[in-house]
């Protein structure tokens, strides 16, 4: 239905624009250098920039959005005024800026930039005074280097204009006569022959991104000004009528106003479609090509730190509004400045996630950019078409099916996927106007001449009257074909037309890729939303200690191939904001972007009746694509409401003459507020009427309800409306507030490792085993090494290549040698970054590492990046990383020197809080430096240490060890004679597991007993002597240090604990030491454990050797059964072995020793015996207790091992051999015990190398 819209006097939010500004020159204040600029004196005058000033705006001021003065100004004109002359090209520039408020919403500016004649006379005086200054000083350098023998010849003082000026003598007026002979340069000024031009800025503030009726609206603005012809009505009338009288089209409506040449369009989208977004994504994807748009997306989405470079203001905002606008249905939480004028270049340091934007001058390098932050920064050359990612970017969930759906896309409006400079479209002098006017869609029913003829005028229809109004302005305007003032053919109106109409079709299927994408992935979110709180206060107290999304449960049911990305995003603010406003949506309205995500993920579900696994489901292109570009059109095509007319203002006379090239003075007291009395507001034909459901649509730039603005307020430690504040202490103040936001996300960073290492986080969430604790892990210390480059380079002022944290190492390093400290040798502590010994692992060797140059050595070729990343991990292995940074940041002198004051670095009390979380995390155990980088070689340290009494006995054997691990085995390692301990190299063993240690049974003495190896392990190596081995396999387990201050020392023994052979022999023949529930119920927690082992996700399994050999294992546990109520033979000491039991089981039943039993001769009886046959002869000297291990591991490896726990209970001599309380002789315990043996045959064993050695079964 086509209407009239009525005048909205009322609130601004309803208002189509909020403020109407002019920034320009002040004449009364005069020309004020721009220092902060960045330009030299070098510079010719008339190429400097100079201070712009808000001329006027209007209104003053509105309740929901004050205007801000200094903002708003700096962002008309970020490089200040600009001055040309007659010479120069004189065509005006069209920009748009946005700024964000504290709740989140934004504003946005449309800027044109023109330029007009200097009519002053002071500001022309100065402009030839800074010439002449400039031109005085090069003379006078030029004469000072060209004759060295002229000491006393030197340049004026630039203290003042003035002074210069009344300073100047005869010798220096005749160098002024060059000044006349450069009337051909372009940079050079002679008022008595130039015409001095100087930039002014027009802008429009708006609610909604209206970008194109914005441009219209200024750019005819501007047109009026230059026409040799007085416009209809005063220019008064037509900003008063786009301030006040010109309100928001309702959703899903379009809205025609009138600018002074002419109708303008504006549309909204409706309540199922996407927001608002009218920047050409055409253009973005131009300049950039898909691949390179989709990895940019990808790291906006994982709140990388955006940066975009160009020559060209428009582009910056182009591409920076139609990233965020691809992120629907999420939000960008963090500082958003497209433009970055050079004030506010202190932003850079900005330790968070931000999206930003800078313009450079032509000719300028990125090398000139001084960087503090790369290791995570995505760096964005538009006019190269270049964009540069972050190391280790993931890639996007079906990234390569996305952009071949988005390149289709772009093929069928014409455009290349792979992108290229943006041209403008051709155009052919042959075709006249009425066949432009008939090629268009929107004139495809009407001829021209009939309308022109027409005088029926206001008696047509809406859309008819509407084409003939607008053809009747363009007539005016061009004369047909001729040009207008403004170097536009009627043609060129009508490709213009037709190209913002593609744009918006472009956009809205574009967009819609995207969105289908984002259903996709998280069609099921409100499954793991977690609703814990009762009310909204508790929510908001406890929100920090509460998880609202069930992370591990929703990971476990994607496709492993999107995990990688998945998991980093969860971790990001936007999708905590996103997740947090679905649980405040219990109490209060839902965000508007959220409210529609979800609306459309139920219709979604209506029409999808397809159950399809989310491991398994397939890629599906978009199917709303044309539906959505049919709506877009059709508000193109058709207005659906008009607003009310420019009219006359009641104005004094005199007031409003038109002078063209000049922006008249406006009348300030007809624009500073609506006049809602005068005459021509009685005279709208229909008023806006209020839609009962429209109270339920919030407006997307509008402010929610009193409970969300403390949500909104809560969550948002940043003041978005104070970064744009230059004053000194506003710049303080948001680098203190920057230092307060690193020590915060430390501590909730920490915190949330700890919770997830310690396995709290599961357990509060019900996941148990299911959560996927490796990726989580991964992702958390990812997000930590982040943390530390950006809190390392907050403030930096000296870096060497892209890492501020390893160039703050390399810094320190080579302090370190200048000063001449020597190097640390084993036995000390490692307080920097020389080398130094420490055991890593609950084992026997430990990894020599050199921190930073044992991190240089690595042949991975990694980035400076890469190497800081690499010392993180290492750190946090080794628990060192909170006392290797406390001891970088005690070198207070190159602290100073590499560091700004506001640097976080230099808050000493934040320093030490930061380094406090960070010291939290040696409660945990990590091996996340020997997990990623598996392909290094490194150094490994073995030592033994004898019993004291008997430690001669080292002098005289031949040891050898071999380590082993999960990926690989050092090989035999032979240890010297006389020396306790050995180093070697080899490549990354992973997560050691065993230890082979023997020795060659030679010498003097060929035996000895081993104290420890490292691990303690009190037993004998050698014939006639303990169990008679020559060869042990020990297990490995963690290194856990008791306290800070001996994190770092290495002390020759680990803590004494009991090995698995002293457990033994305390339980040796009684029935008393252990208890006989206490035995079963270890068997059935050592069985346990490995049926959990096999369920759990492939990168949380633990090492399968420790479940089987290891401290409460199987193989101990079964061994303690079978030693409950053995007859041991005391008479003379001598220790008894379940092994010698086992093989006189063997023996008896291979000389027939079967009477009084049930037993009979099989398979089971027959595998039993020749195992062990084939164990006895092995070639192998491991001693009884290695037997016994080794037959266990074989039998439950080949399914076994049930079997022949009955037959060990029913041969005549276990009668002979246990005691009656025994276990063995209990067939309830036996039965039991088999049982649960026989659940562990449906899982494949597979058994370390060092294990069956030997052994050909």
């Known amino acids: 239905m086509n209407g009239t819209a009525g005048s909205i006097t009322g609130a601004a939010s309803c208002r189509f624009a909020h403020y109407f500004v002019v920034c320009g020159v002040d004449t009364e204040t005069g020309l004020e250098p721009d220092y902060g600029a960045g330009e030299g004196f070098e510079q010719s005058p008339i190429r400097r920039s100079f201070?712009?000033?808000?001329?006027?705006?209007?209104?003053?001021?509105?309740?929901?959005?004050?205007?801000?003065?200094?903002?708003?100004?700096?962002?008309?004109?970020?490089?200040?005024?600009?001055?040309?002359?007659?010479?120069d090209r004189l065509d005006p520039q069209f920009h748009s800026f946005s700024m964000s408020f504290d709740d989140g919403a934004r504003a946005y500016g449309f800027v044109h930039t023109f330029y007009e004649e200097v009519t002053c006379a002071q500001i022309i005086t100065a402009m030839q005074t800074l010439f002449q200054m400039h031109h005085v000083e090069h003379h006078s350098a030029s004469s000072a280097s060209s004759s060295s023998s002229s000491s006393s010849a030197s340049s004026p003082s630039t203290s003042s204009m003035d002074s210069l000026v009344s300073s100047l003598d005869e010798s220096d007026a005749e160098s002024l006569v060059g000044v006349n002979s450069c009337l051909g340069c372009a940079s050079s000024f002679d008022p008595a022959r130039d015409t001095l031009y100087v930039s002014k800025a027009l802008c429009l503030l708006t609610p909604l991104p209206f970008l194109q009726a914005s441009r219209q609206f200024l750019s005819q603005l501007h047109q009026a000004v230059t026409s040799q012809t007085a416009p209809p009505l005063p220019l008064e009338s037509y900003i008063h009528n786009i301030l006040y009288e010109v309100p928001l089209p309702p959703p899903g409506r379009s809205l025609r106003f009138h600018g002074v040449q002419g109708p303008i369009l504006c549309q909204r989208p409706g309540p199922g479609e996407l927001p608002l977004g009218e920047y050409p994504l055409r253009e973005a994807f131009s300049l950039l090509g898909v691949d390179s748009m989709v990895q940019l997306l990808t790291c906006a989405l994982l709140e990388t730190q955006v940066l975009l470079y160009s020559q060209d203001y428009q582009r910056l905002m182009t591409v920076a509004e139609g990233i965020t606008t691809l992120l629907f249905p999420f939000q960008w939480q963090h500082i958003y400045l497209p433009i970055v004028s050079t004030p506010l270049n202190h932003l850079l340091d900005a330790p968070v996630p931000f999206l930003m934007g800078i313009q450079h001058r032509a000719g300028a390098q990125r090398s000139s950019l001084h960087l503090p932050h790369e290791a995570n920064l995505c760096f964005v050359d538009i006019d190269n078409h270049c964009v540069e990612v972050p190391e280790d970017l993931p890639l996007f969930p079906d990234q390569t099916e996305l952009v071949q759906e988005l390149s289709e896309v772009l093929l069928r409006f014409g455009l290349s996927p792979q992108g290229s400079a943006v041209t403008k479209p051709t155009t052919t002098t042959a075709a006249t106007t009425t066949a432009a006017?008939?090629?268009?869609?929107?004139?495809?029913?009407?001829?021209?001449?009939?309308?022109?003829?027409?005088?029926?005028?206001?008696?047509?229809?809406?859309?008819?009257?509407?084409?003939?109004?607008?053809?009747?302005?363009?007539?005016?305007?061009?004369?047909?074909?001729?040009?207008?003032?403004?170097?536009?053919?009627?043609?060129?109106?009508?490709?213009?037309?037709?190209?913002?109409?593609?744009?918006?079709?472009?956009?809205?299927?574009?967009?819609?890729?995207?969105s289908g994408r984002f259903a996709a992935m998280f069609g099921r979110y409100e499954e793991f939303v977690i609703h814990s709180a009762l009310d909204l206060d508790s929510w908001l107290s406890n929100r920090e200690g509460t998880a609202s999304f069930d992370k591990g449960s929703f990971l476990s049911v994607q496709s492993s191939t999107h995990l990688h990305f998945l998991s980093r995003f969860l971790?990001?603010?936007?999708?905590?904001?996103?997740?947090?406003?679905?649980?405040?949506?219990?109490?209060?309205?839902?965000?508007?972007?959220?409210?529609?995500?979800?609306?459309?993920?139920?219709?979604?579900?209506?029409?999808?009746?397809?159950?399809?696994?989310?491991?398994?489901?397939?890629?599906?292109?978009?199917?709303?694509?044309?539906?959505?570009?049919?709506?877009?059109?059709?508000?193109?095509?058709?207005?659906?409401?008009?607003?009310?007319?420019?009219?006359?203002?009641?104005?004094?006379?005199?007031?409003?003459?038109?002078?063209p090239g000049y922006f008249p003075k406006l009348q300030a007291d007809v624009l500073t507020q609506g006049q809602n009395s005068n005459k021509w507001s009685s005279r709208m034909t229909a008023s806006r009427r209020s839609d009962p459901k429209r109270s339920t649509v919030t407006e997307h730039s509008g402010?929610?309800?009193?409970?969300?603005?403390?949500?909104?307020?809560?969550?948002?430690?940043?003041?978005?409306?104070?970064?744009?504040?230059?004053?000194?202490?506003?710049?303080?103040?948001?680098?203190?507030?920057?230092?307060?936001?690193?020590?915060?996300?430390?501590?909730?960073?920490?915190?949330?490792?700890?919770?997830?290492?310690?396995?709290?986080?599961?357990?509060?969430?019900?996941?148990?085993?299911?959560?996927?604790?490796?990726?989580?892990?991964?992702?958390?210390?990812?997000?930590?090494?982040?943390?530390?480059?950006?809190?390392?380079?907050?403030?930096?002022?000296?870096?060497?290549?892209?890492?501020?944290?390893?160039?703050?190492?390399?810094?320190?390093?080579?302090?370190?040698?200048?000063?001449?400290?020597?190097?640390?040798?084993?036995?000390?502590?490692?307080?920097?970054?020389?080398?130094?010994?420490?055991?890593?692992?609950?084992?026997?060797?430990?990894?020599?590492?050199?921190?930073?140059?044992?991190?240089?050595?690595?042949?991975?070729?990694?980035?400076?990046?890469?190497?800081?990343?690499?010392?993180?991990?290492?750190?946090?292995?080794?628990?060192?990383?909170?006392?290797?940074?406390?001891?970088?940041?005690?070198h207070q002198e190159l602290l100073r020197k590499l560091y700004k004051p506001h640097a976080f670095l230099l808050c000493e009390e934040e320093r030490e809080q930061f380094l406090f979380h960070l010291l939290s995390?040696?409660?945990v155990d990590y091996l996340c430096f020997t997990r990623v980088f598996t392909s290094i070689n490194i150094p490994y340290r073995v030592v033994i240490v004898p019993m004291k009494k008997l430690s001669i006995a080292m002098a005289t054997v031949d040891p050898w060890v071999c380590v082993s691990g999960e990926m690989g085995d050092s090989g035999v390692r032979q240890i010297p004679k006389n020396t306790q301990e050995i180093f070697f190299q080899c490549k990354n063993l992973g997560r050691l597991s065993t230890l082979q240690l023997g020795q060659e049974n030679s010498g003097l003495l060929a035996k000895c007993l081993i104290d420890c190896v490292v691990v303690p392990c009190g037993r004998w190596l050698g014939k006639g002597v303990g169990d008679g081995s020559l060869e042990r396999v020990l297990i490995g387990q963690l290194v856990t240090p008791g306290a800070e201050e001996d994190a770092g020392r290495w002390t020759g023994t680990p803590p004494e604990l009991a090995s698995p052979s002293q457990t033994v022999r305390t339980v040796l023949g009684s029935?008393?030491?252990?208890?006989?529930?206490?035995?079963?119920?270890?068997?059935?927690?050592?069985?346990?454990?490995?049926?959990?082992?096999?369920?759990?996700?492939e990168q949380e399994k633990g090492n399968l050797t420790v479940l089987l050999c290891g401290e409460g294992g199987l193989v101990l546990s079964l061994e303690n059964f079978l030693l409950h109520g053995f007859k041991s033979n005391r008479l003379f000491q001598r220790n008894v072995f379940v092994w010698d039991f086992v093989v006189a089981v063997n023996t008896a039943d291979q000389m027939g020793d079967l009477h009084g039993s049930t037993l009979t001769k099989g398979p089971p009886v027959d595998s039993l015996c020749h195992y062990v046959n084939a164990i006895n002869v092995s070639p192998r000297n491991i001693g009884k207790e290695g037997k016994f291990q080794l037959f266990v591991c074989l039998g439950i490896r080949d399914r076994l091992l049930s079997q022949w726990l009955p037959l060990l209970a029913a041969f005549p001599l276990t009668a002979r051999t246990y005691e009656e309380g025994a276990l063995l002789r209990d067939r309830a315990a036996v039965h039991s015990l088999s049982r649960i043996l026989h659940t562990l045959n449906e899982f494949t064993i597979t058994l370390e190398a060092a294990l069956v050695k030997g052994v050909d079964l």
């Open 571 to 659: 971790e990001t603010s936007m999708f905590a904001s996103f997740v947090d406003g679905k649980v405040i949506s219990r109490w209060a309205d839902r965000e508007p972007l959220q409210q529609l995500f979800d609306s459309r993920l139920e219709r979604e579900r209506l029409y999808d009746t397809d159950e399809e696994d989310a491991h398994n489901c397939h890629y599906r292109k978009c199917t709303s694509l044309f539906e959505s570009a049919q709506a877009v059109e059709r508000r193109m095509l058709k207005a659906d409401h008009t607003a009310i007319h420019p009219h006359l203002l009641d104005m004094r006379i005199g007031q409003g003459l038109h002078q």
């Open 703 to 890: 402010v929610d309800n009193e409970q969300r603005q403390k949500h909104s307020f809560a969550r948002k430690n940043l003041r978005q409306s104070k970064l744009l504040d230059t004053l000194p202490q506003a710049v303080a103040q948001t680098h203190r507030e920057f230092v307060h936001g690193l020590l915060s996300e430390c501590r909730l960073k920490t915190k949330r490792m700890l919770m997830e290492r310690m396995g709290k986080e599961s357990v509060e969430l019900g996941q148990g085993e299911a959560n996927i604790t490796g990726l989580q892990e991964n992702t958390l210390i990812h997000g930590l090494c982040d943390l530390l480059e950006r809190t390392w380079g907050h403030g930096l002022q000296l870096k060497q290549g892209k890492s501020a944290l390893w160039s703050h190492l390399l810094h320190f390093q080579a302090a370190q040698g200048k000063a001449g400290t020597p190097a640390e040798s084993p036995g000390q502590r490692m307080i920097h970054l020389n080398s130094c010994f420490r055991p890593c692992f609950y084992c026997f060797c430990h990894i020599c590492c050199c921190s930073s140059r044992f991190i240089q050595t690595m042949s991975e070729g990694l980035s400076e990046v890469g190497q800081a990343r690499a010392w993180i991990h290492l750190a946090l292995e080794k628990k060192m990383l909170s006392q290797h940074l406390k001891e970088l940041l005690t």
């Open 921 to 923: 995390l040696n409660t």
């Open 1071 to 1097: 029935l008393g030491s252990r208890s006989t529930v206490e035995v079963q119920e270890d068997m059935r927690e050592a069985a346990n454990n490995l049926v959990k082992h096999f369920h759990k996700p």
């Open 51 to 87: 201070k712009s000033k808000v001329l006027v705006h209007y209104p003053e001021n509105t309740d929901r959005n004050p205007f801000s003065k200094d903002a708003v100004n700096m962002l008309c004109m970020p490089r200040g005024l600009s001055f040309c002359t007659q010479a």
């Open 437 to 514: 006017a008939v090629t268009s869609p929107r004139l495809s029913s009407l001829v021209l001449e009939d309308l022109m003829e027409d005088r029926r005028n206001g008696n047509l229809g809406g859309e008819e009257l509407a084409v003939l109004e607008r053809l009747q302005a363009l007539a005016r305007r061009c004369g047909g074909d001729k040009t207008s003032d403004g170097g536009k053919t009627l043609r060129h109106v009508f490709e213009e037309e037709e190209e913002e109409m593609r744009d918006a079709k472009l956009n809205i299927q574009l967009r819609e890729v995207l």
